[in-house]
Nanobody
Framework: VQLQASGGGLVQAGGSLRLSCAAS????????VGWFRQAPGKEREFVAA????????YYAISVKDRFTISRDNAKNSVYLQMNNLKAEDTAVYYC?????????????????WGQGTLVTVSS
């Protein structure tokens, strides 16, 4: 599975962005997808994950109620709608896929990773 993240950009605090993760190469339907981010000088952290059916999702506390993860398997895509952005959301955002879903913030066994898209939130 090849993943391509897109949709990043510069936005003012309080604004919104929608990130997309497009998959190609093999069927995407059986994979859970997670979003992670890495801010300058910091370790990569979990943001959100969604089960391949789209029926289950899990969020980091820092983004819960502001971010929404969704997917459209017909389009081989997963989305991250980010609202009420804050300066601390500034980071490179990565999507990743693994063959099971778990309600947790770990990055274990995410076998496939996209190249990342930069989100910059100005205060």
């Amino acid at each position: 599975v090849q993943l391509q993240a897109s949709g990043g950009g510069l936005v003012q605090a309080g604004g919104s962005l929608r990130l997309s993760c497009a998959a190609s190469g093999r069927t995407f339907n059986n994979y859970a997808v997670g979003w992670f981010r890495q801010a300058p000088g910091k370790e990569r952290e979990f943001v959100a994950a969604i089960k391949w059916t789209g029926t289950n999702s899990y969020y980091a506390i820092s983004v819960k109620d502001r971010f929404t993860i969704s997917r459209d398997n017909a389009k081989n895509s997963v989305y991250l709608q980010m609202n009420n952005l804050k300066a601390e959301d500034t980071a490179v955002y990565y999507c990743a896929a693994r063959n099971y879903f778990r309600s947790g913030s770990d990055d274990y066994e995410y076998a496939y990773w996209g190249q990342g898209t930069l989100v910059t939130v100005s205060s």
